[in-house]
Every structure is written in structure tokens, then in C-alpha cells.
């Protein structure tokens, strides 16, 4: 291969990559109908977006579990808690808080400005 | 985390499937990654862009490999549908978006090239769209254009493919040797040849090209 040949390749090659050949008509519009209709839709890959930012399927046992010891909290309280669901459905007393045990309430003047 | 596989099929078993070596900053090496990840989400700017950018490139290298338009657009056309079905399934890092794309071009290209043997003339080299370039340049142009994709079309399908990627696409022989799942030397070794027989093939025509008085 002389250095003649080799020089015209060369250029020949420069050129093809310089001037690709040109596109038919309409193929880029058909592409991009294509790449449309296929896109999925953003909604769907949204909320699949986050049902992953709070740990997907595995985090669905700890969120069960959760729930089910809270409201079990709430219908059985163990001693020391208030019942509140009781009180709230019969309507009878509510959680009260001796007001000599409480001096840091005061702090914010509450009861002056409320009298 | 890296995956071994693209679009859940393994490489050696599906042509379109590819494997890759990992890069840890392949998202940043791959700004189509990016995008295809942007379009995987929905963003319609993210497909146009897409298109504008991937669809002149892979129908200039169907068209260099198979010279043939009608040919290339629907490999061109072919190639894309397949993008944009892999994409809600792509893991960036795993392999380079223009690639795997390119990858599948090739084995599209070589199942048509096997189907239909060899040697399809070219009919239609259209002229280029600079309009500041007098007709003699243009024809002069055309005339070279047409000359180096009928010395193309004689190589063996394998050299004409390495040498398009290498000399047209400017791509660099380890990502050939990727998408032509060969090794680095045997790209060497064909694009070496090629460029060996595209030279004796030329080299009678230097006159009728306009060479001996236009060093361009």
C-alpha cells in the first residue's frame, strides 16, 4: 500500500464521515413514533418510583406488623397508659394531668394569659 | 451493582444481548445511558433527543455495510424499536448504549447480507446539502462517495463491517472487538486487510476521483 493510496483513503474516509449519506424521508418521524409508542407512561413508572423509595415489597411485612401492634396498643394499652380507645368510645372521662406535677407548663404563661 | 446479563437473556445466547465490562463511571462515560434512563421515566425530550442523535448514525453504518437505503432504513428502524423496548429494563454501567446498539446493527446487517449473497449495486448516491460547493465539487464528491462504497461492498462482509467502525465511525478497536464479539487483534487484523484491498481497489481510479492535481 503506497502512501499515495494510503492518503487518498484517508480522505476518502474523512469525507464519509463528514457527509453520511443522507436520510430517507420520513424515517426519523417514524423512529421517533416508534420510541413514543413504546416510552412507558410516566404515571405508572412514578408510583412504581415510590413504591421502591419506601423499601417495595419487603418493606410491605414491617409496615403490616406496625400497624397490627399499634392497633393492638390502642384496644389493650399495657399498665401505666391511659386507655384512650375506651375513653374516646365511651365518652366517660378523659386522660387528665395533676397540675402540681406539671410546674413546666407554667413556664410558657399559659394559664396567666388564659386566666 | 453490576449484572452479567442485559434485557434478562445471556449474551451467548441471544444476538441482541450483550455482556460488557463493568465501569464505575459508565453513567458519566454514557451520556445516551442517561437519557435512556430519562426516556425509561417517561420524558418525551429524553426520545426525541434519542432519535436525533442515535437514528443518522446507525442508518450511516447500515448504509456503509449494506449499500443499500431501503435496506438500511428498515435495520435503522429495526435496531431502535429494540432500543426502546430494552430500555425500562436497562442497568447503566453495564454496557455502552451506541455499543450494544451498533451490536445489534451488525448481526442485523450480517443476517441480510447472508440472505441475500453479495454485491448489490449502489443506484442512488445522493449529492451532499452544501450549497456553497460548485457543482464540479459536488459531482467530484459524489463520484468519490460512490467509488468508496463500491470498494466497500467487495470486501468480505466481516472486513467491511470492522473497517466501517474503525474508518467511518471512528470507533476504537476495543469497542469493535465488542460489538463484533472478536478480539482486538483479529479487529486489527481485518480492518488492516481491508484497508489493504479498499487501497488496490482505489488506487487505479485516482485520476477519475481527481487526486493526482486535489490533494484533499
Known amino acids: 500500500m503506497t502512501k499515495p493510496d494510503t492518503d487518498m483513503l484517508e480522505s476518502l474516509f474523512q469525507d ?100 | 451493582m453490576m449484572q452479567a446479563r442485559l434485557n434478562g437473556a445471556p449474551a451467548h445466547t441471544s444476538r441482541d444481548g450483550m455482556t460488557m465490562p463493568a465501569s464505575n463511571d459508565a453513567d458519566r462515560a454514557d451520556p445516551d445511558a442517561y437519557l435512556l434512563l430519562r426516556y425509561a421515566q417517561g420524558d418525551a425530550a429524553a426520545a426525541r433527543l434519542l432519535t436525533v442523535q442515535l437514528t443518522p448514525r446507525i442508518f450511516g453504518h447500515a448504509y456503509s455495510v449494506l449499500g443499500d437505503g431501503a435496506e438500511a432504513e428498515d435495520v435503522t428502524q429495526d435496531a431502535l424499536m ?37 454485491g448489490v449495486a449502489l443506484e442512488d448516491i445522493a449529492e451532499p446539502a452544501d450549497p456553497t460547493e460548485s457543482a464540479e465539487a459536488r459531482l467530484q464528491r459524489g463520484a468519490r462517495q460512490e467509488a468508496l462504497q463500491t470498494a466497500l461492498d467487495e470486501l468480505p462482509d466481516r472486513q467491511r463491517q470492522a473497517v466501517v467502525l474503525r474508518h467511518i465511525d471512528g470507533l476504537a478497536n476495543p469497542e469493535i472487538a465488542a460489538i463484533l464479539d472478536i478480539g482486538v487483534e483479529a479487529v486489527e487484523s481485518l480492518t488492516a486487510r481491508g484497508k489493504r484491498a479498499l487501497a488496490k481497489r482505489l488506487g487505479g481510479q485516482r485520476d477519475a476521483l481527481g487526486y493526482d492535481d486535489d490533494k484533499t
Open chain 1, 16 to 115: 464519509a464521515r463528514f457527509a453520511p449519506p443522507p436520510m430517507p424521508a420520513g424515517l426519523m418521524d417514524r423512529v421517533l413514533a416508534d420510541a413514543l409508542a413504546q416510552q412507558p407512561r410516566p404515571s405508572v413508572r412514578r408510583l412504581r418510583g415510590m413504591w421502591q423509595a419506601i423499601g417495595g415489597t419487603p418493606a410491605l411485612g414491617g409496615l403490616i406488623t406496625a400497624t397490627a401492634v399499634g392497633f393492638w396498643i390502642g384496644v389493650a394499652p399495657p399498665s401505666g397508659l391511659p386507655e384512650i380507645a375506651a375513653q374516646i368510645i365511651t365518652g366517660d372521662t378523659f386522660a387528665t394531668i395533676a397540675d402540681d406535677s406539671v410546674i413546666e407548663l407554667t413556664a410558657f404563661g399559659w394559664d396567666i394569659e388564659e386566666g
Open chain 2, 82 to 118: 429494540r432500543l426502546w423496548k430494552i430500555a425500562p429494563d436497562w442497568r447503566i454501567g453495564e454496557a455502552k448504549v451506541s455499543t450494544w446498539l451498533y451490536r445489534v446493527v451488525a448481526n442485523l446487517c450480517t443476517d441480510r447480507l447472508r440472505k441475500r449473497g453479495r
